[in-house]
């Protein structure tokens, strides 16, 4: 969730990423989040939660859900609230 990610955390992130192959660094890294997390916290997911539409964070939570059979829930709390925004 949220829009962008600072200039420090990509210089952060860069070393980590050089360490991937090509095809490691575009094979659907969520799916390779969520099983990483899985694996660190011992519980596996029922569904996804994505919080809000923009930034990519709608679509590749229902990616991961269709791709692992998992359920998916609209968190985005604006709804109807800004019916005048269009997204």
């Known amino acids: 969730m949220g829009g962008g ?3 420090e955390i990509r210089e952060r992130i860069n070393p980590l990423l050089e360490k991937l192959s090509a095809e490691d660094q575009l094979e659907k890294p969520i799916l390779k989040a969520v099983e990483e997390l899985t694996k660190y916290s011992g ?4 569904g996804f ?3 809000e539409i923009g ?3 709608m679509a590749v939570s229902l990616f991961a859900a269709a791709m692992l059979d998992k359920f998916v ?4 709390c604006c ?4 019916p005048m925004i269009s997204i």
């Open 55 to 57: 930034a990519g964070n």
């Open 5 to 7: 990610v600072s200039e």
């Open 43 to 46: 519980i596996e997911p029922d």
């Open 49 to 51: 939660i994505p919080t």
């Open 73 to 76: 829930i609209d968190g985005d």
């Open 79 to 82: 709804g109807r609230a800004k």
